[in-house]
């Protein structure tokens, strides 16, 4: 019988354009939480092609799996994306070629929307 990964961590980091990106876990869920939404972006631009997205997204899923954990993006207190051992990739991960990234379209519009302000 296999027990779940306990993580505990709080990890801070700062890009070059001194943003800083936290990330945290409560037990099981290991939340990253963006500033804004070009972070996002030049993450995606880091992967440039759709096949190594989509691959490299199926890489950390099956690690959740293993750990059995998930990983959420959070952005002004909303989660705007989830990927989970079980994730089946929607609308928009399909679109953006994330993989089973689910993305969660209105909350990411409000975030953005409420971070431009």
């Given at each position: 019988?296999s027990h779940p990964l306990?993580i505990?961590a709080?990890?801070?980091?700062?890009?070059e354009?001194?943003e800083r990106?936290?990330v945290?876990?409560?037990n099981?869920?290991?939340?990253v939480?963006?500033?804004?939404a070009?972070?996002?972006r030049?993450?995606m631009?880091?992967?440039p092609?759709?096949?190594?997205r989509?691959k490299?997204?199926?890489?950390l899923?099956?690690?959740?799996r293993l750990a059995?954990?998930?990983?959420?993006?959070?952005?002004s207190?909303r989660r705007?994306?989830?990927l989970?051992p079980?994730?089946?990739?929607?609308?928009?991960s399909?679109?953006l070629g994330?993989?089973a990234?689910?993305?969660?379209?209105i909350?990411?519009?409000?975030?953005?929307?409420?971070?431009?302000r």
């Amino acid at each position: 019988m296999s027990h779940p990964l306990e993580i505990s961590a709080s990890l801070t980091l700062v890009n070059e354009k001194g943003e800083r990106i936290l990330v945290h876990t409560d037990n099981h869920v290991i939340t990253v939480e963006l500033p804004n939404a070009s972070i996002g972006r030049s993450a995606m631009r880091q992967l440039p092609g759709r096949r190594q997205r989509e691959k490299t997204i199926g890489y950390l899923q099956k690690s959740l799996r293993l750990a059995e954990s998930e990983l959420e993006f959070r952005m002004s207190q909303r989660r705007i994306a989830q990927l989970t051992p079980d994730s089946r990739p929607n609308l928009w991960s399909w679109m953006l070629g994330l993989g089973a990234l689910k993305i969660e379209i209105i909350p990411l519009l409000l975030a953005v929307l409420k971070a431009d302000r």
